[in-house]
């Protein structure tokens, strides 16, 4: 990823820098922590977005006012064949709050990175509704991403080591949005996160901000770092490489539903 906060694109983090580059770090530092499969949301049933969130108004600010919003935004016929409440679940998760952290996705992640199962189970509603529209839509071609974080991290990453990221994060297909100074600049350490993916989504047409060059990891996206080089002074740039799972870290939200692209 490529912000210096939560799991989002940087495009989103407008204000409150650092404290959106404290949760960066938390993300970061949560790789190999153990945690459990993200599952039982499943049973919960498939709701309009208005009550799927209705569990999370005592624990999101203004949670209501950004829910009309979304729904506001999501046309009559959303793209991907998916239904209005899922696009605009979506496109909620998107939105951020006039004070960052305090938003759906700063503290779903969190809580998804740091939480016991009962912690994440307020989401559970909203879950059931966001993944499903999450996995309808196609999984990309097979690319390489970039996320990254103003700190020298190369120490904790030797090549081999598997990682797993218990958050959605955002990624960027794009260098040049690491190099805007409100979020990795030019100087200084910096650490650069080179992530081939295999079941990357685009969110674009179902999100607040328009931007081409978002991708979205699922949940439980786990990986093995292949190499790391220092091209530059203050530069790392870590490879890492997704795997399917053994086991399952994510479940699926429906029957039928694909985590990875479909093997021909």
């Known amino acids: 990823m490529i912000d210096n906060g939560s799991s989002r694109i940087p495009m989103y983090a407008e204000a409150d820098i650092e404290e959106i580059?404290?949760?960066?770090?938390?993300?970061?530092?949560?790789f190999?922590?153990?945690?459990?499969?993200?599952?039982?949301?499943?049973?919960?049933?498939?709701?309009?977005?208005?009550e799927a969130c209705a569990p999370l108004n005592d624990i999101l600010h203004d949670l209501s006012k950004y829910v009309e919003m979304a729904l506001k935004e999501t046309p009559e016929?959303?793209?991907d064949n998916l239904t209005i409440d899922e696009s605009a679940a979506i496109r909620l998760y998107t939105i951020e709050w006039e004070k960052p952290h305090r938003s759906l996705y700063s503290m779903l992640n969190y809580t998804l990175k740091t939480g016991t199962q009962e912690d994440v189970r307020?989401?559970?509603?909203?879950?059931r509704l966001f993944i499903t529209g999450l996995v309808?839509?196609?999984?990309?071609?097979?690319?390489?991403?970039?996320?990254?974080?103003?700190?020298?991290?190369?120490?904790?990453?030797?090549?081999?080591?598997?990682?797993?990221?218990w958050s959605f994060s955002s990624c960027t297909t794009s260098l040049t949005v690491l190099e805007n100074n409100m979020y990795l600049g030019t100087s200084g350490d910096r650490t650069?996160?080179?992530?081939?993916?295999?079941?990357g989504r685009s969110i674009n047409a179902h999100s607040h901000f328009v931007t081409e060059d978002e991708v979205l990891l699922l949940p439980g996206t786990h990986m093995v770092v292949q190499?790391?080089?220092s091209p530059a002074p203050e530069l790392y740039i870590i490879?890492?490489?997704?795997?399917i799972p053994e086991e399952v870290l994510l479940e699926p939200p429906f029957e039928g539903a694909n985590i990875f692209p479909k093997i021909e």
């Open 227 to 229: 190499s790391q080089v």
């Open 32 to 50: 190999e922590k153990s945690v459990n499969p993200i599952c039982g949301y499943v049973e919960e049933p498939l709701l309009p977005l208005v």
């Open 77 to 79: 016929k959303p793209p």
């Open 122 to 127: 307020p989401y559970f509603k909203y879950l």
């Open 192 to 199: 650069l996160f080179s992530v081939e993916v295999i079941n």
């Open 239 to 243: 490879h890492l490489k997704q795997l």
């Open 21 to 30: 580059k404290s949760d960066i770090r938390n993300d970061i530092n949560d």
């Open 136 to 165: 309808k839509l196609p999984c990309l071609p097979p690319l390489t991403v970039w996320r990254g974080v103003t700190k020298n991290l190369s120490a904790e990453f030797p090549p081999g080591t598997l990682v797993t990221w």
